[in-house]
């Protein structure tokens, strides 16, 4: 594989080095996989108008996040079973995302205590669901809290968990071959067993208070598609919104995110970030997403297949992913992420 294409063969890589309950686990979608089929060839869909004749010597991709400023433009997603993939799990993406100065969200089915994941000295949040009986999320909250999370992201697009089928002949899902031990260690002992910690249900502005309340972080709100439910999250006091379809992994024939962005972008008018996720492989897909008005995207499946290669293999991921976006800011003429901005016509595309 030539270094060019090192990143765009990741996920193939992971699919012969990965047993395959696990790579399946990693790669699927909800139902018949339309969104998470579609996601990363939506991003194409949208075209650059390059600027020339700009001063390219130096550019400077760093971006402000929620008052920070991160060197990259891009973000590790949360997801669970990290060290599923690699024994190092979430301890490698995250020394992997402090040495790249970058901002890591984790989630918190996660297999590392998050203790181990603040010393590292990565920039972090942590990720929650919140269950029918909210107080049983505090105490995980403020363990994230003493660890050092600067914000929470609510996944809000989780009412139920959306429906996966096993692909494989046997019939095998990742709940049969995986040890539990490497789960949702951050949860209090017999968590799952106390009545109420069902996920909610009846998930609502108001929990974003409650939130911001128990815990004293900015609120993210991850999960969020139409221009209207953002506006509702922003008058609700989101410090930030999150534009995503969960990879894909909930409810099948979502709006692709590439094509839900701009909605957002417009609905929210400045008044607080837009992030975004869904299918960004590669350089040219983070310049997109910031040229359409996202502040910073993140990265749900490529952390977790270049993670078959350990902290290495992130690190290497996350230098050729921020060379792609340097490269590919130059090439339209632009030396900072804000430049980005009217790179592209948003003439809105349907769907998928
Ligand atoms: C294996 C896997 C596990 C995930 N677990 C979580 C999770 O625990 N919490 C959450 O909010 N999102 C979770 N997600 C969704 C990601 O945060 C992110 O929204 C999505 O993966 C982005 O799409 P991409 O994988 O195409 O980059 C998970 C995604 C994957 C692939």
């Given at each position: 594989?030539?270094?060019?294409?090192?990143?765009?063969?990741?996920?193939?890589?992971?699919?012969?080095?990965?047993?395959?309950?696990?790579?399946?686990?990693?790669?699927?979608?909800?139902?018949?996989?339309?969104?998470?089929?579609?996601?990363?060839?939506?991003?194409?869909?949208?075209?650059?108008?390059?600027?020339?004749?700009?001063?390219?010597?130096?550019?400077?991709?760093?971006?402000?996040?929620?008052?920070?400023?991160?060197?990259?433009?891009?973000?590790?997603?949360?997801?669970?079973?990290?060290?599923?993939?690699?024994?190092?799990?979430?301890?490698?993406?995250?020394?992997?995302?402090?040495?790249?100065?970058?901002?890591?969200?984790?989630?918190?089915?996660?297999?590392?205590?998050?203790?181990?994941?603040?010393?590292?000295?990565?920039?972090?949040?942590?990720?929650?669901?919140?269950?029918?009986?909210?107080?049983?999320?505090?105490?995980?909250?403020?363990?994230?809290?003493?660890?050092?999370?600067?914000?929470?992201?609510?996944?809000?697009?989780?009412?139920?968990?959306?429906?996966?089928?096993?692909?494989?002949?046997?019939?095998?899902?990742?709940?049969?071959?995986?040890?539990?031990?490497?789960?949702?260690?951050?949860?209090?002992?017999?968590?799952?067993?106390?009545?109420?910690?069902?996920?909610?249900?009846?998930?609502?502005?108001?929990?974003?208070?409650?939130?911001?309340?128990?815990?004293?972080?900015?609120?993210?709100?991850?999960?969020?598609?139409?221009?209207?439910?953002?506006?509702?999250?922003?008058?609700?006091?989101?410090?930030?919104?999150?534009?995503?379809?969960?990879?894909?992994?909930?409810?099948?024939?979502?709006?692709?995110?590439?094509?839900?962005?701009?909605?957002?972008?417009?609905?929210?008018?400045?008044?607080?970030?837009?992030?975004?996720?869904?299918?960004?492989r590669s350089g040219l897909d983070v310049a997109t997403a910031l040229?359409?008005?996202?502040?910073?995207?993140?990265?749900?499946?490529?952390?977790?297949?270049?993670?078959?290669?350990?902290?290495?293999?992130?690190?290497?991921?996350?230098a050729e992913l921020h060379a792609q976006t340097l490269e590919t800011?130059?090439?339209?003429?632009?030396?900072?992420?804000?430049?980005?901005?009217?790179?592209?016509?948003?003439?809105?595309?349907?769907?998928?």
């Open positions: 594989m030539s270094d060019a294409r090192w990143l765009a063969g990741l996920e193939e890589q992971a699919r012969a080095r990965l047993p395959a309950p696990v790579f399946e686990y990693v790669v699927q979608g909800a139902r018949d996989s339309t969104t998470a089929d579609a996601a990363a060839a939506s991003w194409r869909r949208w075209v650059l108008h390059p600027r020339v004749l700009r001063d390219v010597t130096t550019v400077d991709v760093s971006t402000d996040v929620l008052g920070r400023r991160t060197a990259v433009p891009f973000g590790v997603a949360p997801s669970t079973l990290q060290r599923a993939i690699h024994p190092d799990g979430e301890l490698a993406v995250a020394r992997a995302v402090a040495a790249a100065d970058g901002l890591l969200v984790v989630s918190s089915n996660a297999g590392t205590p998050f203790r181990q994941i603040g010393e590292t000295g990565v920039r972090w949040w942590v990720q929650s669901y919140l269950p029918a009986d909210r107080t049983l999320a505090e105490p995980l909250l403020h363990r994230a809290v003493e660890a050092g999370a600067d914000a929470v992201v609510l996944t809000v697009d989780t009412p139920v968990v959306g429906t996966k089928y096993a692909r494989n002949p046997e019939g095998t899902v990742i709940w049969d071959v995986v040890d539990p031990a490497l789960l949702r260690v951050n949860f209090d002992p017999g968590y799952d067993d106390a009545p109420g910690s069902e996920k909610a249900l009846d998930l609502g502005p108001h929990d974003l208070d409650w939130l911001t309340t128990t815990t004293g972080l900015p609120v993210v709100v991850k999960g969020v598609l139409r221009g209207d439910d953002a506006a509702r999250a922003v008058d609700a006091g989101a410090a930030a919104v999150w534009v995503s379809n969960h990879g894909g992994r909930q409810l099948d024939r979502a709006v692709s995110t590439a094509a839900a962005l701009p909605g957002v972008v417009a609905a929210v008018a400045g008044r607080v970030q837009v992030y975004v996720d869904g299918g960004v040229a359409l008005g996202a502040d910073t995207t993140f990265l749900g499946r490529l952390p977790l297949y270049a993670l078959v290669e350990g902290e290495p293999g992130v690190r290497r991921m996350l800011l130059r090439l339209c003429g632009a030396t900072r992420v804000d430049d980005t901005r009217g790179l592209i016509d948003p003439q809105p595309f349907a769907g998928l």
